[in-house]
């Protein structure tokens, strides 16, 4: 069964780091697109940073300049490196993953983890 595992989450001060992992297993042909969303209690769930196949990466207005999203094909891992963390950044945060598994390889499926909450106090 293919599922995305968070982790990496904490309690941090505002201008502190922290750095989420993603790791993917299952019947994995081939990682395509990977990327971080967050939700706020009460707020929509939004994009934090996406990265293709090719590393190309793309990122969230408020938090450009400070995170930093990264891939480790071999490891079927993405990561999160989130620098100069503020409260308006506490939310849970998902890793998302486009996947194509070895038993559908002419097409890619969407995936999601089940989150980890990152908490930034003032």
């Known amino acids: 069964q293919l599922q995305l595992v968070e982790s990496g989450g904490g309690l941090v001060q505002a201008g502190g780091s922290l750095r989420l992992h993603c790791v993917a297993s299952?019947?994995?042909?081939?990682?395509?697109?990977m990327g971080w969303y967050r939700q706020a209690p009460g707020k929509q769930r939004e994009l934090v940073a996406t990265?293709?196949?090719?590393?190309?990466?793309n990122y969230a207005d408020s938090v450009k300049g400070r995170f930093t999203i990264s891939r480790e094909d071999a490891k079927n891992t993405v990561y999160l490196q989130m620098n100069s963390l503020k409260p308006e950044d506490t939310s849970v945060y998902y890793c998302?993953?486009?996947?194509?598994?070895?038993?559908?390889?002419?097409?890619?499926?969407?995936?999601w983890g089940q989150g980890t909450q990152v908490t930034v106090s003032s």
């Open positions: 998302n993953a486009k996947i194509t598994t070895w038993d559908m390889r002419g097409t890619q499926r969407n995936y």
């Open positions: 299952g019947s994995i042909f081939r990682l395509n697109a």
């Open positions: 990265i293709t196949s090719g590393s190309s990466t």
